[in-house]
C-alpha cells in the first residue's frame, strides 16, 4: 500500500478456513437483502456477486452503472471503496463470522468507467485475537484486467450481542438475514 508500512503491521497467525464455510467455486448469497453491497433489496445497491475461492479467498464481481457515477462516467470513490468493504467482509466470512470493519485504506491507482466490471480478489492475510487482516486488489473488464485499486483492512470479530445492543435486534431481521 501506499504508507509504506508492512501488512500486516504484527505478527499473525495463518487464516483458516471454518469448517462450514462455503465450499470453493459456491456463490455466497446476499448476508441480508437490504444490505448496501450484495443484497438484491437496495435498488441503488453494489449487487456484488461474490464466489468463494481456495483457502481464506473471495472474488466479487461489481458492474459500475450510473447509480454509482460521482464525476460524469467514473465511479464514486465511495461507492468503489463500499465494494471493497463489502468484499473484504465476505472473505472474512470464510474465517470467522461475525466480523465488522475496524480500519480500511484503499488505494485509487486508475478512474473506474461507468459500465465497467470490477473484478475484487480479496483474502485474509492473517489472524491475530479477534483480529483480521485482509487485503484485496480491483482489476478492471477481467480477472487478469488492469489494476485500479487496491485496499487493505482490519477487520474485528464481534459477536451477535454486537448487533443488538447498535443495531436492529436479530428476533426482527425476519428470514432474509443469512449468517
Known sequence: MSTGKSWPPVEVEPAT???KAPAPGQLLG???RDCFGCGSGTPGGLHLRTTAGEGATVRAEFKVSEAHQGAPGLA???????AFD???GAVCGLVSY???????????LHPVPVGSVLFIDARVDGTAGRKLYTSALGRLDAPDGRLALRARALFIRVGIEH????????????????P
Open 76 to 82: 464514486h470513490g465511495g461507492v468503489l471503496t463500499a
Open 17 to 19: 478456513r471454518r469448517p
Open 98 to 108: 461475525p466480523a465488522v470493519t475496524g480500519k480500511l485504506e484503499t488505494d485509487f
Open 163 to 178: 448487533f443488538r445492543k447498535h443495531g436492529t435486534p436479530p428476533e426482527q431481521w425476519g428470514s432474509e438475514v443469512n
Open 30 to 32: 446476499e448476508h441480508y
Open 86 to 88: 463489502e468484499t473484504l
